[in-house]
């Protein structure tokens, strides 16, 4: 395999590095075009168009909307035919995640000014949740916990999950985590067709008030040609992984944790900053001798070459300045005292600390969300949580004398903007 060496002291790293990050996460023109073609039939025709293209595009044969909906005893079916070990971890893994998710609940709030004015936030949650899961061979369990688990703590009403089915192709797993988080519908459905029928609605499946839940470039597309219609949670890119290491963690490790994104995809990213010269020539060493028992060989080799790297930076503090330049999805610290080194992080959408916390962990059971900014938008973004399920209302309540008082500084300010239908009402509160 060839990996991208780079080092920062060098005249072209900051080129070199913007070319090994620069990733085009907006469609071509066919994508385009074609994601906006099922939009617009779905909004137009319904389940016609649903059942069409769920035909077409999924081998999955339906003759009425109703079939493309699952009972809730199928997967509660699901969950009982899978072995216990499968149970149990996903079980294990609800619990933490949900135990995490209730730490973040916001929680509504005011105060009473001195005048008897009364401002504050109420805090609702969103009504109904559409759960995007990828389904067939490409199945993520996990994804329905980190996607569901959230949106249930914040209190939404109902949660409709769409899963793609090719050719008939069902993960039980995915089934049976959608009974652990309680989904209310799940629908045999998924690309652009899945995120229409949750925006616009159809004759059998309800129009939701946001999408979240991650899929491909005609799931991304249409997420974000839908959006104002609907919210969504965000367009993830590629998933990408940084390791900082000063050179003491098992070289294997740090490989294998490398891999463990580098495997999603050929355009996943994979990084590793070092100031130790020798430990990047160890880490390349085991990269070369372990992709070997991997089954994703290929993927890992075609990611790595193309898009990974092993840079060597001058310390750690500069491994800092180029993490924070990167704002990676994932940001592993290997390193003593990975806790005080991370209060240097300011742009990572997750952060793992000290040599024994595989980034792997946070994908599954650690408890935070997985679902993370991607491709540099953590310089603006955050995790998925229950916050992204939860909105807020201003609460303001004058008294007589807070409106007279208030309605003198509104009057002159709207005055001022030649505003004076605005004027004359504060002013009809003025005493």
């Known amino acids: 395999m060839k990996i991208n060496r780079l080092d920062s002291r060098d005249s072209k790293f900051q080129a070199d590095l913007d070319k090994i990050l620069a990733w085009e996460s907006v ?10 073609e099922i939009l617009l039939a779905v909004k137009n025709d319904g389940d016609l168009a649903l059942l069409d293209y769920s035909r077409r595009l999924d081998g999955h044969e339906a003759n009425t909307g109703a079939d493309l909906e699952l009972p809730s005893s199928r997967l509660q079916q699901a ?11 996903l079980e294990q893994a609800a619990e933490r995640i949900r135990g995490y998710a209730e ?21 609702n949650s969103l009504d109904r949740v559409g759960l995007y899961v990828p389904g067939g061979k490409a199945a993520y369990p996990s994804s329905v916990l980190m996607n569901a688990i959230p949106a249930a703590v914040a209190g939404v009403r109902e949660l409709i999950m769409v899963v793609p089915t090719p050719q008939g192709v069902i993960n039980e797993m995915v089934l049976a985590a959608a009974h652990i988080c309680g989904v209310d519908r799940v629908f045999t459905i998924g690309g652009a067709q899945a995120v229409a029928a949750l925006a616009y609605g159809t004759e059998t499946v309800p129009a939701v008030d946001k999408i979240v839940g991650p899929g491909n470039i005609y799931v991304a597309t249409a ?4 959006f104002g219609t609907v919210g969504i949670d965000m367009i993830a890119g590629p998933s990408e992984i940084l390791v900082i290491c000063d050179g003491k963690t098992d070289p294997d490790w740090i490989a294998m944790d490398l891999f463990s994104q580098a495997e999603h995809d050929e355009d996943a990213q994979a990084i590793l900053l070092s100031p130790d010269a020798d430990f990047l020539d160890r880490v390349a060493q085991s990269i070369e001798r372990l992709i070997e028992e991997m089954p994703r060989k290929q993927i890992i080799d075609e990611s790595m070459s193309a898009r990974g790297a092993l840079i060597r930076v001058a310390d750690l503090d500069d491994a800092v300045e180029v993490a924070n330049y990167i704002a990676p999805e994932h940001l592993e610290l290997s390193v003593e005292n990975a806790q005080q080194l991370a209060k240097s992080i300011r742009h990572a959408g997750a952060i793992f600390l000290g040599r024994y916390t595989a980034e792997a962990l946070g994908d599954y059971c650690a408890g935070p969300n997985h679902v993370l900014p991607t491709s540099r938008t953590a310089r603006f973004s955050s995790p998925l949580g229950v916050y992204d399920f939860q909105k807020r209302s201003s609460l303001i309540g004058c008294s007589a004398d807070g409106a007279s008082e208030l309605g003198k500084i509104a009057s002159t300010l709207a005055r001022g903007e030649g505003l004076v239908a605005h004027a004359r009402s504060a002013e009809n509160r003025i005493k």
């Open 27 to 36: 469609s071509d023109d066919a994508v385009f075009n074609t994601v906006n």
């Open 79 to 89: 969950y009982e035919e899978i072995s216990v070990a499968q149970q149990s971890a």
């Open 103 to 123: 730490h973040q609940k916001l929680e509504s709030w005011e105060y009473v000014e001195a005048d008897g004015t009364l401002l504050g936030q109420q805090i």
């Open 223 to 226: 997420k974000r040609m839908v």
